[in-house]
């Protein structure tokens, strides 16, 4: 007789238990359900914590904040947002940037690296604009490439550095400036370094880069042209920061290769 009562009041206590974790449940279920979505991500992440724990493995951390940082974290490894055109940089051109700095670091050091890489976006945005210029313009005035260099400015530094290859025609040396990358970054660099040289400043070298050398020579202010202004910005508020996060962080030699 006391084992019939010992069991009924066993059943008993089980099925309160029961009805009482049921009610539970489909409270937790209601409010879950009324709740944004954090709420509910919350659920599943307590729901992962408790099945880890069945299966005795390690919990992994699972919150909606974790998980946003995460994913932000990995965007902003990869992408660049240029403050000046109020656009991201698209894969191809942070890699013209980092081609850039790498082509100007070895040839003039880390000044010159950051100087390329801010004329390469002031003349085409590093590729965005294309790699022809100005139609308009008469043929033995216009520029080709990422970083529009002028036919009579190739020809300069091709005297200089016959390694940079031969080149028959007009033509032909038009269709390694548009079609090859490097080879126009590594024109543009001895040339930006060539009118250094010529020049007395910095500034006088990005006029002479930009309406020529002659034509420069004209400019009495040369910090206030409107080519040297832009570029600048381009120096720093764009490059600099570009650099900081892809290139000073690690090494910059194979970072770039």
Known sequence: MADKNLKHSCGTQLKTYLLGSVAIISTVAA????????????????ACFIEDLASNTTPAV???????????????????????????????????????YSIGYEN??????????????QE??????????HMTARVGKRSYGVMQVKVTAARDVLKKHKDFGRFRSDEELIVALMTDDDFNMRIASKFLLYLGEKTSSVEASLVAYNIGL????????????????????????????????????????????
């Open 31 to 46: 409010v879950v359900l009324s709740q944004p979505h954090s709420a509910v991500a919350s659920l599943k992440a307590e």
């Open 62 to 100: 699972f919150t909606p904040d974790s998980v946003v940082t995460a994913h932000s974290d990995q965007l902003n490894n990869q992408l660049f947002w240029n403050t000046l055109t109020k656009s991201w940089l698209t894969d191809e051109q942070a890699q013209l940037l980092k081609t850039a």
């Open 108 to 121: 003039g050091g880390h000044e010159h690296a950051e100087l390329l890489q801010a004329v390469l976006l």
């Open 124 to 133: 085409t945005i590093a590729g965005q604009l294309g790699r022809i210029g």
């Open 214 to 257: 002659r034509g420069s020579r004209k400019i009495s202010e040369p910090d206030e042209f409107k080519y040297v202004v832009r570029t600048k910005n381009n120096l720093n508020e764009v490059v600099q920061h570009f650099n900081q996060k892809f290139i000073a962080s690690s090494d910059m030699h194979l970072a770039m290769r």
